[in-house]
Each structure stands twice: as C-alpha cells, then as structure tokens.
C-alpha cells in the first residue's frame, strides 16, 4: 500500500505551487507592461508575454526540482551520519537529547524519562529532528514539486497576460497593475501561512516587490520605445 504523504510534504508541495504562481504572476507582469511600455503592438506584447510564461514554466520546474534534491541529498547524508553517530556513541546521543530538553525548561526527571521513551521507540527520529531538525520519514518528493510549480506558474501567467490584452490600449497598463497587485495579495497572503510568518507583513512585501519590478519594467520599456 502506498503510504500517504504527512502534513509536511503536503505543506512543502503547496508551497511549490504558491511560489510558482506568484513567480508567473511577477515574471509575465514584468515582461509584459515593459513591452507595453514601449509601445508595443497588442500582438507583440501577446508574443513576449507567452514566451515568458513558457521559458519561465520550464525554469521553475526544473528549478524546484534541483533544489528539493539538493535539499534531500543533504538530509540523507545527515542520517547516514546520524546512524554512524548511534553506532559509535549511543550514550552521546542520549546525552545530547536529554540536554536539548532540560534547555528547554523541562524538569531533570521528566527529560530524562522522555528521552528514555523516544530513544527506545526510535532513536534515529529523534537524534535527526533534535540535531537537524527534520524528520528523516519525511522527505518531500522533487517530481510533486516540480509538477506542481509547472502547473502552477502558467496559471500565475494568465492573468497580467489576458488583462494586459483584453483591456484597451489607454487603459491596459493601469488595469494589468491593479489585478496583479490584486494576485500579489493573495499569493503573499497563501505564502505567509505556509511559512507560519506575519500575513499582514507577507502582503506587503509581496505587493511592494511586484509593484516595484512592474514600475521597473515600465520604465525601461518606456525609456526604449521613446
């Protein structure tokens, strides 16, 4: 039977997903309001924009990918470690567990029945998540990254590239600015809570940073099509 993923790999994936629409939010936004700004025509700014989200697309993937491995190879050469460390030196490693509780403010005698309990149960759990802080049971898997940032970012995409194209010429650069502020605060918003962070703070950062790259590009591209 397939084991079902914990909490955690859910929670790693959704960010995958999170981060990768707001990478196609900003990313296309960026693309397309500069081009707009040079005054290009509707089907130029078509062409650049869907050239980003797809170029972009297969970045994040690929991206995500790398860096969940990255991370995995380095968690499992930490319980490699780990297991060579209770071979060599069990009572070390109890030691050190008990000392993490007793910093913690926990009586001598409840630390030591605790560590007593964990150590019995599973050692290795538990000598990993006090040294590395992780659970070596959960591994986020890199293709449910990937697929979920290559989903993700194209459907961030959609939106500053149909507003910057449905809207008319007069108008497509306010309206383009204010739905992708609009996608910011709800991305932010997603991303605070996956990160246990402040929303309030998340939000702004995320909107000031889009706002600022869309500011950026606008000005370039207005500055190149003069």
């Given at each position: 039977?397939?084991?079902?993923?914990?909490?955690?790999?859910?929670?790693?994936?959704?960010?995958?997903?999170?981060?990768g629409?707001?990478?196609?939010?900003?990313?296309?936004?960026?693309?397309?309001?500069?081009?707009?700004?040079?005054?290009?025509s509707?089907?130029?700014?078509?062409?650049?924009?869907?050239?980003?989200m797809?170029a972009?697309t297969?970045?994040?993937?690929?991206?995500?990918y790398?860096?969940?491995?990255?991370?995995?190879?380095?968690?499992k050469?930490a319980?490699?470690?780990?297991?060579?460390?209770?071979?060599l030196?069990?009572?070390?490693?109890?030691?050190?567990?008990?000392?993490?509780?007793?910093?913690?403010?926990?009586?001598?005698?409840?630390?030591?029945k605790a560590?007593?309990?964990?150590?019995?149960?599973?050692?290795?759990?538990?000598?990993?998540?006090?040294?590395?802080?992780?659970?070596?049971?959960?591994?986020?898997?890199?293709?449910?990254?990937?697929?979920a940032?290559?989903?993700?970012?194209?459907l961030?995409?959609?939106?500053?590239?149909?507003?910057?194209?449905?809207?008319?010429s007069?108008?497509?650069?306010?309206a383009?600015?204010?739905?992708?502020?609009?996608?910011l605060?709800?991305?932010g918003y997603g991303?605070?809570?996956?990160?246990g962070?402040?929303?309030?703070?998340?939000?702004?950062?995320?909107?000031?940073?889009?706002?600022?790259?869309?500011?950026?590009?606008y000005?370039i591209?207005?500055?190149?099509?003069r």
């Amino acid at each position: 039977m397939q084991q079902k993923k914990s909490l955690a790999q859910k929670v790693n994936v959704m960010r995958a997903a999170v981060m990768g629409a707001n990478d196609g939010i900003l990313s296309v936004a960026g693309i397309v309001i500069g081009v707009a700004g040079a005054n290009a025509s509707s089907y130029g700014v078509f062409i650049s924009g869907l050239a980003g989200m797809l170029a972009g697309t297969v970045s994040m993937a690929m991206g995500e990918y790398v860096s969940v491995n990255t991370q995995k190879d380095a968690q499992k050469k930490a319980v490699i470690e780990q297991k060579s460390a209770l071979r060599l030196d069990y009572q070390g490693e109890f030691n050190y567990v008990k000392q993490r509780y007793l910093k913690q403010g926990i009586k001598e005698e409840l630390a030591e029945k605790a560590t007593r309990e964990m150590m019995e149960h599973d050692p290795l759990v538990t000598t990993v998540r006090e040294h590395y802080g992780f659970n070596p049971q959960e591994f986020t898997n890199p293709y449910a990254a990937a697929l979920a940032s290559m989903i993700a970012f194209p459907l961030g995409s959609i939106l500053p590239l149909v507003a910057i194209l449905v809207f008319s010429s007069e108008t497509r650069i306010a309206a383009t600015f204010i739905a992708v502020v609009l996608a910011l605060m709800i991305t932010g918003y997603g991303a605070a809570v996956l990160g246990g962070s402040n929303p309030k703070r998340g939000i702004l950062r995320n909107v000031l940073s889009g706002m600022l790259t869309m500011l950026v590009t606008y000005g370039i591209g207005t500055l190149i099509g003069r």
